[in-house]
């Protein structure tokens, strides 16, 4: 039921560059800024990317996030075991004034 | 430091009331709003709702409104969420956030709490 939609699962090899991707709307990824969140298992979310393209301090660089339209997209180049985890896209919805998530991807380090 | 510290797991029946709380450090309290997310079990988080520290004001999310209350308490830097008329569909990890702002005042959950675990069964 999530509005913002993204694929259920990725996987690459160490070192691989893997992108995932957002689709949503224009009352939310079209008009406000997205937001990118990783999740290890039992642990509360983490910030990896604010307004579209931004990293918090701590964030290593291999860490990107993109939007064009009402799509947008996180890529993490030289990847390696510990990014193993959950990612969620966020975006506020102007048209229903709340703040939606995507459903998660679930990206595997083979 | 910021430090976002929530409140134990808890366990109602359908029906009853839950009451999670958010203590908040390193910062000034009133400078930042806190944001409620749950997250159900192998689900996507969901957002529940806001409330500006500095005065009160709040927003629900529209699924919630009449069952979820959010206050504050100043004196002890403290966040309440009081859910009602619980539903086996509210079980879910509830966190607690504190909002970032960028130099431009553009707002966003960052922060969190380390979940609460609401469990609503008979």
């Known amino acids: 039921q999530s509005v913002l939609t993204q694929p259920p699962s990725a996987s690459a090899t160490p070192g691989q560059r893997v992108t995932i991707s957002c689709s949503g709307s224009?009352?939310?990824?079209?008009?406000?800024?997205v937001y990118w969140y990783q999740q290890l298992p039992g642990t509360a979310p983490k910030l990896l990317i604010y307004?579209?393209?931004q990293r918090p301090s701590g964030v290593p660089d291999r860490f990107s996030g993109s939007k064009s339209g009402t799509a947008a997209s996180l890529a993490i180049s030289g990847l390696r075991s510990e990014d193993e985890a959950d990612y969620y896209c966020a975006a506020w919805d102007g048209s229903l004034s709340l703040w939606m998530f995507g459903g998660g991807t679930k990206l595997t380090v083979l | 430091q910021v430090q976002v510290v929530q409140s134990g797991a808890e366990v109602k029946k359908p029906g009853a009331s839950v009451r999670v709380s958010c203590r908040t450090s390193?910062?000034?309290?009133?400078?930042?709003?806190i944001a409620w997310v749950r997250q159900a079990p192998g689900q996507g988080p969901e957002w529940v709702g806001w409330?500006?520290?500095?005065?009160?004001?709040?927003k629900y999310a529209q699924k919630l409104l009449g069952r979820v209350t959010m206050t504050t308490d100043t004196s002890t830097s403290t966040v309440y969420m009081e859910l009602r008329s619980l539903r086996s569909d509210d079980t879910a990890v509830y966190y607690c956030?504190?909002?970032?702002?960028?130099?431009?005042?553009?707002?966003?959950?960052?922060?969190w709490g380390q979940g609460t675990l609401v469990t609503v069964s008979s």
């Open positions: 409330i500006s520290t500095y005065n009160g004001d709040t």
């Open positions: 390193g910062y000034t309290f009133t400078t930042y709003g």
């Open positions: 307004t579209n393209n």
């Open positions: 956030a504190r909002d970032s702002c960028t130099s431009d005042g553009v707002c966003y959950i960052d922060n």
């Open positions: 224009s009352s939310n990824i079209g008009s406000n800024y």
